[in-house]
């Protein structure tokens, strides 16, 4: 078996969008992919001793893989970034953490190795695919959500009352 040396990994920069109001914010007529393009040419542009061409590969966070976040919204913002072909780019689901698992991802690829520049981010745009767009889960998981939901301290009367509090959604 080879002895291979574990690669230190760095972060060089980071940038991200300020947050806005789901619905009625400053990214309401701003698509999913564009944000996240935007993300990815200010990186390079902050970092002109970065060549895109040796990006090994771009690890993009998203729940909701649907609508205009669908079809690898990691591939498309690249090529909406006009990064070059040659650079492949992923999409990780990992519910709240997709962007964290990203990180990972790309920190272990070049922790082994197999990678010396990754590009990592994320993008949830709320306003355009809601959290609760195409859900369906399984029912036979409902004693699961039950049971896990006892453990939390959650029971029908604090359930109700919190369903009470939460903002209907209109659309």
Same mark, same amino acid.
């Given at each position: $078996?080879?002895?291979?040396? *574990?690669?230190? %990994?760095?972060?060089?920069?980071?940038v991200?969008?300020? +947050?806005?109001?789901?619905?009625?914010?400053?990214?309401? =007529?701003?698509?999913?992919?564009?944000?996240?393009? @935007?993300?990815m040419?200010? #990186? #390079?542009?902050?970092?002109?001793? %970065?060549?895109?061409?040796?990006i090994?590969?771009?690890?993009?966070?998203?729940?909701?893989?649907? #609508?205009?976040?669908?079809?690898? *919204?990691?591939?498309? !913002?690249?090529?909406?970034?006009?990064?070059?072909?040659?650079? /492949?780019?992923?999409?990780?689901?990992?519910?709240?953490?997709?962007?964290m =698992?990203? *990180? @990972?991802?790309a920190?272990?690829?070049? $922790? *082994?190795?197999? !990678?010396? &520049?990754?590009? &990592?981010g994320?993008?949830? @745009?709320?306003g355009?695919?809601?959290?609760?767009?195409? %859900?369906?889960?399984? /029912?036979? #998981?409902?004693?699961?959500?039950?049971?896990?939901?006892? $453990? +939390?301290?959650?029971?029908?009367?604090?359930?109700?009352?919190?369903?009470q509090? =939460?903002?209907?959604?209109?659309?």
């Amino acid at each position: $078996m080879e002895n291979r040396s *574990i690669e230190n %990994v760095v972060v060089i920069d980071a940038v991200r969008t300020p +947050m806005g109001r789901s619905k009625g914010g400053a990214y309401r =007529q701003v698509r999913a992919e564009d944000l996240s393009a @935007h993300l990815m040419r200010s #990186l #390079l542009s902050r970092n002109p001793n %970065v060549d895109a061409k040796e990006i090994d590969d771009i690890y993009w966070g998203c729940v909701q893989q649907t #609508l205009e976040q669908g079809f690898n *919204i990691a591939r498309n !913002a690249a090529l909406l970034a006009e990064l070059p072909h040659s650079v /492949p780019a992923t999409t990780v689901n990992r519910l709240c953490g997709s962007s964290m =698992q990203a *990180i @990972h991802d790309a920190a272990r690829a070049i $922790m *082994i190795g197999d !990678a010396q &520049i990754s590009l &990592i981010g994320g993008v949830e @745009h709320m306003g355009h695919v809601p959290m609760s767009h195409g %859900v369906d889960f399984h /029912p036979g #998981l409902s004693r699961t959500v039950a049971k896990a939901a006892g $453990m +939390m301290g959650a029971d029908r009367r604090n359930a109700g009352e919190n369903a009470q509090n =939460q903002p209907r959604n209109a659309g």
